[in-house]
Each structure stands twice: as structure tokens, then as C-alpha cells.
């Protein structure tokens, strides 16, 4: 068993990427603080693969965002600005973003329409 020191506090980009990594546990970091998560099935991974595809060309790396794959798909959307998330906007149906000088428009039913 992979031994895990839980930090207390909302984690730095810094402090993520140093963590080890471990095939026993699936961490992800939300609203700042590390959590392990399910791991993920069906839609979640389509969803997932489809929206990886549409940011990793036009964002920077300073966004962090929460995607709820609810009845309605519902995108959070922050900025990290002085080592503290902000919120720049919840979006539903189409989340339209500038972060970072770079503009991207999402159709958020898309992520997960067969």
C-alpha cells in the first residue's frame, strides 16, 4: 500500500505536481483541495476525451474548471489570480470563455450527445 500524506489546505500548482504518483488512488483537485474520486465510466469518459480535445489547443494553463454532467451539462468556470481561484462564470447549453488573451466557445451538450 502506497503510503499518502493528505494536505490540509488548498493546493498550489506546485504542490500537485509534486505529489507521487499511485495507481491505488485517483486524486483530483476540487475547489482547491485534493480529493480521490471515483474512477470514471461512460459518459464521463466521452466527455472528458471531447472536452480535453476542445481546450488543449486555446487555454492556458491557469484555468481550473468544475464540469457537472447533470441533466443539464453545467460548467464552472475559475481563474487562479494571486494564488487564489476566482470565479469567472457558470455556464449552461454553451460556455463562451477569453482566459488568458485565448477565446473558446463550448457546446457543453455536446460533451456527452451520442
Known sequence: MTSLSWPTHPLTPAEWEALPESDEFRLEVAEGMLVMAAKPHGRHQVATGRLFAAMDVALPR?????????????????LLVDGA?????????????????SSVTLDLAALTAR
Open 85 to 101: 481561484y476566482e470565479l469567472v462564470g457558470e455556464f449552461r447549453d454553451e460556455a463562451g470563455l477569453t482566459v488568458g488573451g
Open 62 to 78: 491557469e484555468q481550473y474548471w468544475i464540469v457537472d454532467l447533470g441533466p443539464t451539462t453545467v460548467l464552472t468556470a475559475y
